[in-house]
């Protein structure tokens, strides 16, 4: 039976991720995952598309508040409860093409950030009285859904043998294997065969199908260049910059995607909202192929 070998949150989209044991998951998908976002002056996203060097910024949960450090610069610190930023300035931002809605958390994060990137920047934390919808087109199994600062929905769920196999093609050519931080999951799965993932309609965590909690998935993730930035080092390794994408584009496109190459499989919380996920617990996953 296929079990949660690994849950991550990334706190600041496009900035390094937390690895946990467990995580309460929410209507918007882990808690504390994409709460907050770089953004230019105008409220413009920045990400490692861009700004690989984003990769360095790392963070972790202190009392109350996210901690957050990267290299030659001083710790930075802001409250984890919007409602401690004081009055902030409420600011209307795009993710992609959905309107999103943030409170600028001040002055000294402007500063640290434009510092470290170089560029005029702005830090943001997700407008608690706002929501995100989530494109209708794929929600409508559950009801509708929401989201905060990911890039379209709330949960990530990659299974580990998609990428033993992925690094065995890869090492094939002599290419080094890489890491699953690569790819940014939310939930990682083991006891699924390579890439069963496809074709998971929805996962049932914590009892029969009728009880605890349920994940749709419901839209395979297409990757951009991000899988080929180096996390460790804020750059693509110089000897494979192209790697893997130029590996998963012989095998991994997606006709029904346009060609894309997808890796991983986005989900819905169709059940379960306020639960704990927890590395270890087994999962039910049920398949299905289409017509």
């Known amino acids: 039976m296929p079990t949660i070998s690994e849950l991550f949150v990334y706190p600041i989209k496009s900035c390094a991720g937390v690895a946990l044991n467990e995580a309460r998951l929410l209507a918007t998908g ?14 413009a996203m920045l990400t490692q598309r861009a700004y690989p060097r984003m990769a360095l910024i790392t963070v972790e949960f202190g009392d109350q508040e996210l901690v957050i450090r990267a290299p030659g610069m001083s710790e930075l610190r802001t409250p984890l409860d919007p409602a401690e930023l004081g009055a902030p300035q409420k600011v209307q931002t795009v993710v992609w093409r959905d309107t999103a809605y943030g409170l ?11 510092g470290f990137l170089g560029i005029p920047a702005r ?9 995100r919808i989530v494109d209708p087109d794929y929600t409508d199994s559950v009801g509708g859904a929401i989201t905060h600062f990911a890039d379209g929905f709330p949960l990530l769920v990659v299974g580990q043998a998609s990428l033993d196999d992925l690094n065995v093609r890869l090492n094939r050519k002599g290419a080094p294997s890489i890491p699953m931080d690569r790819f940014r999951p939310n939930v990682v799965l083991t006891g699924l065969d390579a890439y069963e993932e496809d074709y998971v309609e929805s996962l049932h965590i914590d009892g029969a199908a009728d009880e605890g909690v349920q994940l749709q998935l419901v839209k395979l993730c297409a990757r951009c260049p991000m899988p080929t930035i180096d996390q460790a080092k804020g750059a693509p390794d110089p000897d494979w910059p192209n790697e893997p994408t130029d590996t998963m584009s012989v095998y991994r496109a997606n006709p029904q995607r346009g060609g894309a190459v997808t890796f991983g499989n986005n989900a819905l919380v169709a059940r379960g909202a306020g639960a704990w996920l927890r590395v270890g617990q087994t999962v039910d996953a049920e398949l299905g192929f289409g017509d």
């Open 30 to 43: 882990l808690e504390y995952d994409r709460r907050w976002m770089v953004t230019d002056p105008n409220g």
């Open 123 to 131: 830090l943001l934390h997700f407008n608690p009285e706002r929501e």
């Open 104 to 114: 600028d958390t001040g002055e000294e994060s402007a500063t640290w950030f434009s």
